[in-house]
């Protein structure tokens, strides 16, 4: 009885340590990610030059701004 009872514990404790460190390295990637976006204003300009558009500061800050909107709002789903 006492051999069942310690593995069922290294089980579920096992279990719970995967738990905890799954969302302890999820919260750490999200705010890494929302401090270091993966997409800067060179990026989209780069991107709009190669689409044929001539890269305007304003529509580079309405892009940059239309994103973090999006990131804010997939942040509160």
Do not use: C
């Not at 905890?20 to 976006?37: D, S, V, W």
């Amino acid at each position: 009885m006492s051999t069942l009872f310690w593995i069922l514990l290294v089980v579920a404790a096992l279990i719970g340590g995967i738990a905890i460190g799954f969302f302890i390295a999820r919260k750490y990637m999200m705010n890494y990610l929302e401090q270091n976006p993966p997409i800067n204003e060179d990026m989209i300009r780069t991107l709009m030059m190669q689409m044929g558009q001539k890269p305007s500061q304003k529509k580079v800050n309405q892009v940059m701004r239309a994103m973090n909107v999006q990131m804010k709002n997939e942040k509160k789903s």
